[in-house]
């Protein structure tokens, strides 16, 4: 089973409102990933969790704020977004996180509108 | 930093034709990845190649990991609708490096 699963597929929220991207994998991976994609281009790495700890963040603003609460599970509470931070987010996860024969493996992500 | 350069950037070719794109580096990586994207959903891992020389094939897919490690090819063989979308390669470090992107469409 290579599948990781996000909720929800779309979110529309306002300026002020307060909402989370959910992720989960039962791979038993230990590094998972916080990806923002715009249309045409590659995806942009935002965080990685690595054994559950924060291991890197992308100088990525803290109106988006990551959370693991265990190794299967990945949050992504966002709060006070702007319209410029419509995209599609996308979680991944890896056996290990940051070696160079690491293989991740996505879900299909969630396509956020901010008005 | 390090960057995958991915050609071409886009194709329109007619159903049952064969497919060849290619990505390159200046850096060597030790795995190649290579993923398909439909719109609007993510990334789906095609084919990961490991080892230098190998070539993998996934159904009608074939990839390759050049030799010098700075290179890695995509086919897709006897294409079909489906196959539309935009194909990335990749290339994990302490981050997974990400090619610029080839866009298929295919015409009946």
């Known amino acids: 089973d290579t599948e990781v699963t996000q909720t929800p597929k779309h979110l529309v929220m306002g300026m002020t409102n307060k909402k989370s991207l959910k992720c989960e994998q039962h791979m038993g991976h230990r590094a998972m990933y916080w990806y923002k994609q715009k249309a045409k281009k590659p995806p942009e790495l935002m965080f990685v969790?690595?054994?559950?700890?924060?291991?890197i963040n992308e100088s990525v603003p803290s109106r988006f704020s990551p959370e693991c609460p265990n190794s299967s599970l990945l949050n992504l509470h966002l709060h006070a977004l702007q319209p410029e931070d419509s995209a599609l987010y996308l979680c991944?996860?890896?056996?290990?996180?940051?070696?160079?024969?690491?293989?991740?493996?996505f879900g299909p992500g969630t396509r956020l509108t901010v008005l | 930093g390090q960057q995958l350069n991915q050609s071409p950037q886009s194709m329109f070719i007619q159903e049952g034709e064969d497919v060849s794109m290619n990505c390159t580096s200046s850096s060597i990586f030790n795995t190649w990845l290579w993923y398909k994207q439909d719109p609007g959903e993510g990334p789906v891992l095609l084919i990961a190649l490991y080892k230098a020389g190998e070539l993998t094939s996934n159904g009608r897919l074939t990839a390759q990991f050049g030799i010098t490690r700075k290179d890695s090819f995509l086919n897709i063989s006897a294409s079909i609708p489906s196959d539309v979308g935009i194909y990335f390669c990749?290339?994990?470090?302490?981050?997974?490096?990400f090619g610029t992107g080839t866009r298929l469409q295919v015409f009946p």
């Open positions: 990749a290339g994990p470090t302490d981050k997974l490096i």
């Open positions: 991944a996860s890896s056996q290990v996180g940051g070696g160079s024969t690491d293989t991740q493996y």
């Open positions: 969790y690595s054994y559950e700890k924060l291991s």
